[in-house]
């Protein structure tokens, strides 16, 4: 045998490893079977949030061979064993993700097959099935067949790419920046702001729209205010709305903001990452009325869809608009431009990307489409039965909130309501049986529910209950004793 293939089969015998054998693969799998079950059997008794940092030693890389088996262990006690647990349907704080079980078994596909879901020449079949669904959520929000979307990583994402178009069709850029005015409300995700300085607005003037008592946009204020600005010789070009605020989860006057967007020409962007999908549910449908007029539309199906971490969507209707700044074609890819369909790498900053279709397809074949409205529409009724539980305990309520998060305080008599909601929100922490998170409406500190995962059903609201009973007794105990 000659040296280099000497060499070769050499490294084959180690490189090998990285292609476990049947029986290797059978062993590994029993354990994660084993792990998963495990997990997911113990789940509902299992605290939503434990306090405690991870060991960074064992986290940190040694790069020597180690068994699966102890990995798990590690993986247990320093990941799943610290902070939320994002999986609990005890997790009531921020936007609560959940993850349905299939949708992992589209992960695990995609990471085997790794269909190459960039570009329609590398894998037909992946983009037909990611466009597949962009055109189901085109119809659901009344967009028409001809705009085009992309399954981002999640709402972040999606509002970047949404909001780089808006920019592109009005051309944005030199001098125009700073006489340029976008209008939103105080109450838009800070992923906007986000947004608008990656992609070079940070110094466009944005006026905070005034709210009514429910936090929604005064559409009559937005109508003065363009006028005023345009009186100024100054450009509006983009108005943002909520379908869902992350705070409160308000829907803004889509259809009235809508309208006033179209008089002026402004770009009409929707924000619907947590509250989009619950236009699938009857009762909800007519708060939604104008979210067909956006020009772009984000929605997170790793909220309202009940599917884990990883998987956002933006509709937008200008394809021209969108493909100014994503659509690209260098001499190394000449093989792969010639087709019909869009290109997911033409409608997003990433080339390479994780097949994110399947996760979602996988879960709307095995299950329909009931059970999905059937949860949100639980989660609505979930959220009424929290809040009659919390008065009759004694809380104040926010305002009847239009979906499924909604804050409240225990009003003290002795103590600032402030500070003893604030030490109230701490106990509950420390207790961990139920995750809540708090908020500041109007400078006052508030407690938040937000209720989203798949996982959380009337026992868990009891069980929430309970605690909060418990974590009162022992927050009047602490102001007494110090
Ligand atoms: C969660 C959320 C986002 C951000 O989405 P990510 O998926 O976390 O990137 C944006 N807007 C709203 C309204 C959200 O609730």
């Known amino acids: 045998m000659d040296k280099l293939t000497n060499k070769i089969l050499n490294l084959e015998k180690i490189s090998a490893a990285l292609e476990p054998s049947l029986l290797d693969r059978n062993k590994m799998n029993n354990q994660l079977q084993d792990f998963i079950n495990y997990f997911i059997e113990t789940i509902d008794d299992s605290p939503a949030y434990y306090s405690g940092k991870p060991d960074t030693n064992k986290l940190s890389i040694t790069l020597k061979k180690k068994e699966l088996k102890n990995l798990l262990a590690i993986y247990h006690k320093e990941v799943v064993k610290k902070g939320i647990n994002p999986a609990s349907g005890g997790h009531l704080g921020y936007i609560p ?58 709402g972040s994402i999606a509002n970047l790419i949404a909001l780089t178009a808006a920019r592109d069709k009005h051309q944005i850029k030199n001098e125009k920046i700073t006489k340029s005015v976008i209008y939103l409300s105080e109450q838009v995700h800070h992923c906007v702001h986000k947004s608008l300085r990656i992609i070079g607005l940070e110094d466009v003037i944005v006026r905070f729209l005034e709210l009514d008592k429910n936090s929604k946009i005064i559409s009559k204020k937005l109508a003065q205010q363009i006028s005023t600005d345009i009186a100024n010789k100054l450009t509006p070009f983009l108005v943002i709305a909520s379908a869902g605020t992350t705070d409160t989860g308000a829907i803004d006057p889509l259809e009235q903001i809508g309208k006033i967007a179209k008089h002026h020409n402004l770009w009409f962007h929707i924000d619907g990452a947590y509250g989009g999908f619950f236009i699938l549910s009857e009762s909800k449908k007519q708060l939604f009325k104008g979210i067909e007029m956006a020009d772009s539309l984000v929605i997170d199906p790793h909220k309202g869809l009940f599917l884990p971490y990883g998987i956002g969507t933006v509709l937008i209707k200008e394809k021209e608009a969108v493909f100014h700044s994503h659509h690209y074609t260098a001499n190394y890819m000449q093989d792969a431009t010639a087709n019909v369909e869009v290109n997911p790498a033409d409608v997003s900053p990433e080339l390479t990307k994780h097949f994110r279709g399947l996760r979602l397809w996988l879960p709307l074949q095995l299950h329909g489409l009931a059970p999905f409205i059937a949860c949100l529409d639980e989660k609505l009724l979930l959220t009424t039965y929290f809040r009659n539980q919390l008065k009759a305990i004694g809380f104040k309520l926010g305002p009847e909130p239009d979906l499924s998060v909604s804050y409240f305080w225990y009003p003290s008599k002795t103590i600032d309501e402030n500070i003893f909601n604030e030490k109230l929100i701490n106990i509950i922490h420390k207790d961990g049986t139920v995750f809540l998170s708090s908020t500041k409406i109007d400078g006052k500190f508030v407690i938040r529910m937000a209720i989203l995962s798949f996982r959380t059903k009337k026992a868990t609201i009891d069980k929430t209950i309970q605690m909060i009973k418990n974590c009162i007794v022992q927050t009047k105990a602490y102001f007494k004793n110090n």
Do not use: C, H, Q, R
């Not at 949708?103 to 695990?108: E, F, K, N």
């Not at 894998?123 to 037909?128: E, L, N």
């Not at 189901?136 to 999640?154: E, Q, Y």
């Open 97 to 154: 993700g959940g993850g349905i079980y299939a949708a992992s078994l589209g992960d695990v596909l995609a990471s085997i097959t790794n269909e190459y879901a960039g570009m329609y020449f590398a894998s037909p079949g992946a983009v037909v099935m990611e466009n597949e669904l962009l055109n189901w959520m085109k119809t659901i929000f009344g967009f028409p067949k001809d705009a085009v979307g992309n399954l981002t990583s999640g």
